[in-house]
């Protein structure tokens, strides 16, 4: 059996529960304590005695994110548990393998692999597994959605299809997230959270016909979709403004519109985030191992020279001469 995995390292914020770190007689009733306790009480029931699963849960600003991976099986949020108040969040779920049979509020679907599915909490459900399956499961506090409760009604049992418009970029956004939630500080995690609320926003308003353009905010939605796809491609040294315009459908006036008004250009956007990359990898690396052209070719500038240039526009040393300061401590990393 694999080695036994139940800890909450004091060192990071992820806590990982398995049903392996019990013995196998004690499987079923550790598991339904474990979902109880990280997300909402709920009826648990497996063709077997014996229960293969394993969570991992974090925290992102206001967000709970949980990977599920588990054996086949089914689970009911039954009136009974909802009854105890413990669901005042709204899940947002990622089918990551397998599959999930949904009933919600007289609605059944099917999330296949890729699938996005939003749970009602406080309202019953049923979800079917039938193979071993992952789920990644954002907990969403309602009051941040601040969507009318008929509205949630219409989105449940409900297959999101990540094939286009924004449940393409909402999708892979999720899975990344929950699978690097970690590695996020502080500042960076609740504006992470804030892009994973304006998208699930602007999902719910495409998915209820609405035209999120309409909804206030739809500026702010598009250049968090803009800013993501950058992130995304920043090692490509042919990363233009024309390019990321045509790609989402705008003009390059209109994209420079959008970053005006958060006081800066795209080129000089990429360029900070390209710049903060690189600075993290020098610094990371051991004193006389430095090695300026793959670092720099890995963040989208073209060599040693580009990034150096760079660093003088902006900082007015060499990456080196950098470098050297942030080992003697006179510069922030």
């Known amino acids: 059996m694999p080695t036994v995995i139940d800890s909450h390292d004091e060192r990071a914020r992820a806590r990982v529960l398995t049903t392996r770190s019990v013995p196998p007689r004690e499987s079923l009733d550790y598991w339904h304590d474990a979902v109880l306790d990280t997300l909402v009480g709920m009826d648990i029931a497996t063709e077997g005695r014996t229960y293969d699963a394993t969570l991992r849960t974090d925290r992102l600003g206001d967000l709970q994110i949980t990977t599920v991976e588990a054996d086949p099986g089914t689970v009911h949020r039954a009136p009974r548990f909802i009854a105890r108040g413990d669901g005042r969040q709204v899940f947002v779920a990622v089918q990551s393998t397998g599959r999930a049979r949904v009933e919600q509020d007289g609605r059944r679907t099917e999330l296949r ?48 299809r990540p094939t286009g418009g924004v449940p393409a970029l909402l999708a892979p956004f999720l899975e990344r997230l929950a699978d690097t939630s970690e590695s996020y500080a502080a500042p960076t995690a609740e504006r992470l959270a804030a892009h994973v609320v304006d998208l699930v926003a602007a999902t719910a308003a495409e998915q209820l016909a609405r035209d999120p353009a309409e909804l206030p905010g739809a500026d702010g939605v598009l250049l968090l979709r803009v800013k993501t796809y950058i992130r995304w491609q920043l090692s490509d040294p042919g990363l233009t403004p024309a390019v990321i315009a045509r790609v989402h459908g705008i003009s390059v006036r209109y994209l420079h519109r959008l970053f005006q008004d958060e006081k800066t250009t795209v080129c000089r956007w990429i360029r900070e985030l390209r710049l903060r990359e690189c600075r993290r990898e020098l610094a990371a690396q051991p004193p006389g191992s430095v090695s300026l052209g793959p670092v720099a070719r890995r963040w989208g500038f073209s060599g040693p020279a580009g990034l150096g240039k760079a660093f003088r526009t902006v900082y007015g040393l060499s990456p080196t001469d950098w470098l050297d300061r942030v080992r003697a401590g006179e510069a922030p990393c």
């Open 113 to 160: 692999t890729g699938d996005i599915g939003l749970f009602e909490t406080v309202r019953p459900y049923r979800t079917a597994f039938p193979d071993r399956f992952r789920m990644k499961i954002f907990a969403v506090p309602r009051r941040l959605l601040d969507l009318p409760e008929t509205d949630l009604g219409r989105l449940t049992g409900r297959a999101i």
